[in-house]
């Protein structure tokens, strides 16, 4: 059997998911939303963030960030994010496409997060209201990072009353939102709203559901329009209740945090099993569900041999091969003991099985 920690997506669908996906399959349903897991999700996920939400299904990561970026950034705008934003690396110029003829702007920061210094810096560089110049529009945060880290709720809140002050609205990549929360031991309101987010894209599909995301509005006008750019850009599902009710059934007896918690806590020990080989070296805290870590050749035969699959990512801090490896809520003790008997079988001498 194959060990899969190139990504979280390579995981299936939580039993609870597909039990709910059976349960509103069942006979008819109004289309297009009109369905009752639909009509409650507004009210649901209220009750989550404690605020008023207004809650838009879509299919992808992508299309829920295309759509929440093109709601707060006109065709003349840019958009700020982190140079590793996976906005900017890899959707295909989607949200740029969606809002029109904005574009996408980039600044550095230490483990895949911005700071106020590059933020103040790039609206600085501006002179407002100048027709020959784009405008900054939007500012993208991803929670948690590329490289697994999170942002604080002060982070959050600083970067956030920043880019108010300089016109900008403040748009939260949630693909790992669940993982950022567990790891943070935070609530959904001081994560977003609290802190200054006027809309999130909300991932689930990488904590168990099959194929449900969501733009979350914070604001009854900004969802004005959302609802309008949901339909026109052919992300309004006719079969609505397919993601609604999977969407719904995250928020039920805690199975968002139950599956953030457990990949969480997957990559923390697959980290500890990695690093105790002493051919390992973290380049990021693991905070999150993803490890990007050097691992040396000894390290990655053993694993290849065992026939247990990672992601190269590139040169580490040291120009040693750099490697990705994600753990998800299907993970488990045993196969993380596979690990570390393919490293105490195949690899490093002094690594013990425990």
């Known amino acids: 059997m194959t060990l899969m920690f190139g990504s979280d997506n390579a995981a299936g669908v939580s039993r609870e998911i597909l039990a709910a996906l059976q349960t509103a399959d069942e006979g008819y349903a109004l289309a297009y939303g009109g369905d009752q897991w639909s009509k409650r999700l507004n009210k649901e996920f209220s009750e989550f963030f404690e605020h008023d939400c207004f809650v838009f299904p879509v299919t992808t990561g992508t299309a829920a960030n ?12 840019e958009i700020f994010c982190h140079e590793r934003a996976h906005i900017y690396t890899t959707e295909c110029g989607a949200p ?4 029109g003829g904005a574009r996408l702007v ?3 920061g230490e483990g895949g997060k911005l700071s106020t210094a590059v ?6 560089g501006h002179r407002t209201h100048n027709p020959h110049h784009m405008l900054p529009a939007a500012l993208s945060l991803t929670q948690a990072t590329e490289y697994g880290t999170v942002y604080s709720e002060d982070e959050i809140a ?7 002050a300089g016109g900008m609205k403040v748009h939260m990549d949630g693909a790992r939102f669940a993982n950022a929360l567990v790891s943070l031991h935070a609530s959904p309101a001081s994560l977003t709203w609290r802190s200054g987010v006027d809309v999130l894209s909300l991932g689930t599909t990488k904590n168990g559901t ?29 079969k609505m209740r397919y993601l609604s009710v999977q969407l719904a059934q995250m928020l ?6 139950r599956n953030a918690r457990t990949a969480n806590d997957a990559a923390t020990r697959l980290a500890a099993i990695l690093c105790e080989s002493g051919h390992a070296r973290l380049q990021h805290p693991v905070q999150t569900n993803q490890l990007f870590v050097e691992l040396d050749e000894v390290v990655t035969q053993a694993l290849e041999k065992a026939d247990i ?39 490093p001498s002094a690594l013990q099985v425990h």
């Open 210 to 238: 099959m194929n449900a995301e969501a733009v979350i509005v914070f604001d009854a006008d900004l969802a004005k329009a959302v609802a309008v750019r949901h339909k026109r850009a052919g992300l309004l599902t006719s």
């Open 119 to 124: 933020l103040d810096a790039y609206l600085a």
């Open 158 to 164: 600083a970067l956030s009353a920043i880019a108010h």
């Open 252 to 257: 039920k007896n805690g199975l968002w945090e």
């Open 309 to 347: 699959e990672f992601r190269r990512w590139g040169p580490g801090v040291d120009r040693a091969p750099c490697f990705r490896l994600v753990t998800s809520f299907c993970t488990t003790e045993n196969e993380l003991d596979l690990v570390r008997y393919a490293l105490a079988s195949n690899g």
């Open 66 to 77: 295309a759509l929440a970026l093109a709601a707060i950034t006109p065709p003349y705008g």
């Open 106 to 108: 980039t600044g550095a």
């Open 96 to 99: 740029e496409f969606y809002c």
